[in-house]
């Protein structure tokens, strides 16, 4: 029987609608917290800073003052260091020898740069064009009371954690774990641990892939192996995903040939199948079921299409699952450095390298084509989106680039 494929947003977003969040949090030190999901919306019960201080190592002084005699020179009363504030008020032909982050004393508006002054003993001469306010941090500047620190669903990254420890956190509340079970199926796949392989084996390099890919730090990946080609082991095995974890992911046997039983299987364990192929190349022949809360995911077994359906569907899915609300992965629009051709009615989601060359950036094709080919992922720097109505590409046209994690900052 024929299945009309679905569009890939189509299938993300109705699987967004049918997604429950796990509302179970726990409170940990924020410097575990590093790509956690945060549960609640934290604000700041402080101003940051919460006095006016030096930006810069200079003197402090009253602007009026050298704005009506830039000759003048300017008496150096004291010092005022970072955490040892100069209590004393300067006056108008007065400065102080102030260092950054050092609190700015009463009776000064201006900091100027070291490098600007001439210091003779106890006299200091402003050597430089000066405007008011300049090198001074307002109170606030960093942070407001009542100010959003981190936004509810945020996933904590390392300046969320400095901002969360400068604005007087110790501790946050962040949704637990999910809890995902990851499995390969077919009677040809070995582990790569034995160094014995029979005539039509290969070794299995999806589960590896797909429990990296996942290595992230608001979830827990199980490592449930590999099942034969065999209706009841995979049903048999599902159950057993299940009764463990939240989310289930299985590779392979996903198509509609003989050896290929996920839907069966579905159907065996009480699974409603939401999504059955997709419109996209690589990544057609893939299924998502729902049993209760639980989602099954059931990925092609080609290594490029699992990786890349793990990217563009599963990952968002499973941000939103844990709570997170940056469901969709960056994307960039970058003028195609190449021709391309295609059928009409499929994605194509092509391996890409980004060329900067004579003050131009654009993206070119890289590696090898075919959804199995690995080593087309090993050298890209992410993955150029050609949507399903286009025919072809030229030169020079804006597409949608997905950038990989390994190439940002």
Same mark, same amino acid.
């Given at each position: 029987?024929?299945?009309?494929?679905?569009?890939?947003?189509?299938?993300?977003?109705?699987?967004?609608?049918?997604?429950?969040?796990?509302?179970?949090?726990?409170?940990?030190?924020?410097?575990?917290?590093?790509?956690?999901?945060?549960?609640?919306?934290?604000?700041?019960?402080?101003?940051?800073?919460?006095?006016?201080?030096?930006?810069?190592?200079?003197?402090?002084?009253? *602007?009026?003052?050298?704005?009506?005699?830039?000759?003048?020179?300017?008496?150096?009363?004291?010092?005022?260091?970072?955490? *040892?504030?100069?209590?004393?008020?300067?006056?108008?032909?007065?400065?102080?020898?102030?260092?950054?982050?050092?609190?700015?004393?009463?009776?000064?508006?201006?900091?100027?740069?070291?490098?600007?002054?001439?210091?003779?003993?106890?006299?200091?001469?402003?050597?430089?064009?000066?405007?008011?306010?300049?090198?001074?941090?307002?109170?606030?500047?960093?942070?407001?009371?009542?100010?959003?620190?981190?936004?509810?669903?945020?996933?904590?990254?390392?300046?969320?954690?400095?901002? %969360?420890?400068?604005?007087?956190?110790?501790?946050?509340?962040?949704?637990?774990?999910?809890?995902?079970?990851?499995?390969?199926?077919?009677?040809?796949?070995?582990?790569?641990?034995?160094?014995?392989?029979?005539?039509?084996?290969?070794?299995?390099?999806?589960?590896?892939? %797909?429990?990296?890919? %996942?290595?992230?730090?608001? %979830?827990?990946?199980?490592?449930?192996?590999?099942?034969?080609?065999?209706?009841?082991?995979?049903?048999?095995?599902?159950?057993?995903?299940?009764?463990?974890?939240?989310?289930?992911?299985?590779?392979?046997?996903?198509?509609?040939?003989?050896?290929?039983?996920?839907?069966?299987?579905?159907?065996?364990?009480?699974?409603?199948?939401?999504?059955?192929?997709?419109?996209?190349?690589?990544?057609?022949?893939?299924?998502?079921?729902?049993?209760?809360?639980?989602?099954?995911?059931?990925?092609?077994?080609?290594?490029?299409?699992?990786?890349?359906?793990?990217?563009?569907?599963?990952?968002?899915?499973?941000?939103?699952?844990?709570?997170?609300?940056?469901?969709?992965?960056?994307?960039?629009?970058?003028?195609?450095?190449?021709?391309?051709?295609?059928?009409?009615?499929?994605?194509?989601?092509?391996?890409?390298?980004?060329?900067?060359?004579?003050?131009?950036?654009?993206?070119?094709? *890289?590696?090898?084509?075919?959804?199995?080919?690995?080593?087309?992922?090993?050298?890209?720097?992410?993955?150029?989106?050609?949507?399903?109505?286009?025919?072809?590409?030229?030169?020079?046209?804006?597409?949608?680039?997905?950038?990989?994690? *390994?190439?940002?900052?």
């Amino acid at each position: 029987m024929f299945v009309k494929p679905t569009k890939l947003e189509d299938a993300k977003n109705k699987l967004i609608e049918r997604i429950s969040l796990k509302n179970e949090t726990v409170k940990i030190p924020i410097e575990n917290s590093l790509d956690r999901v945060n549960c609640s919306t934290i604000k700041s019960e402080i101003n940051l800073p919460s006095t006016t201080n030096s930006a810069v190592d200079g003197y402090g002084i009253l *602007h009026k003052t050298i704005a009506s005699n830039p000759q003048l020179k300017l008496k150096v009363v004291g010092v005022a260091k970072a955490g *040892h504030p100069y209590d004393k008020i300067i006056h108008p032909n007065e400065a102080i020898e102030i260092y950054t982050g050092a609190v700015t004393p009463k009776g000064i508006d201006t900091v100027v740069m070291h490098e600007n002054c001439e210091r003779i003993d106890d006299k200091v001469e402003i050597k430089d064009h000066i405007t008011k306010n300049q090198n001074i941090r307002p109170i606030g500047e960093n942070l407001k009371k009542n100010e959003i620190v981190v936004n509810k669903g945020k996933i904590i990254n390392a300046a969320d954690i400095g901002q %969360l420890a400068a604005s007087g956190n110790h501790e946050i509340e962040v949704y637990k774990r999910i809890r995902i079970s990851v499995i390969s199926t077919g009677d040809e796949l070995v582990n790569s641990i034995s160094k014995e392989r029979l005539n039509g084996q290969i070794y299995d390099a999806n589960r590896p892939m %797909l429990l990296s890919l %996942l290595n992230s730090n608001y %979830l827990e990946t199980i490592d449930l192996g590999i099942v034969k080609d065999k209706r009841k082991d995979l049903a048999n095995k599902y159950d057993e995903c299940l009764s463990k974890s939240d989310v289930v992911i299985s590779s392979g046997g996903a198509s509609d040939g003989v050896e290929d039983h996920t839907q069966n299987a579905l159907k065996d364990i009480g699974a409603k199948c939401i999504v059955w192929q997709l419109a996209m190349k690589p990544g057609k022949p893939m299924a998502v079921g729902l049993l209760g809360k639980k989602i099954i995911f059931c990925l092609p077994g080609n290594p490029v299409a699992a990786f890349v359906c793990s990217k563009l569907l599963i990952k968002p899915l499973i941000i939103k699952l844990a709570g997170g609300v940056n469901l969709n992965p960056l994307s960039i629009k970058l003028p195609s450095g190449f021709e391309h051709n295609k059928k009409i009615g499929r994605a194509e989601y092509l391996r890409a390298k980004i060329v900067n060359e004579d003050d131009k950036t654009f993206i070119t094709l *890289h590696g090898r084509k075919g959804a199995g080919v690995i080593s087309s992922l090993t050298g890209a720097d992410g993955i150029v989106e050609i949507p399903m109505e286009y025919k072809s590409v030229v030169k020079g046209e804006l597409l949608n680039f997905y950038p990989f994690d *390994h190439r940002g900052l």
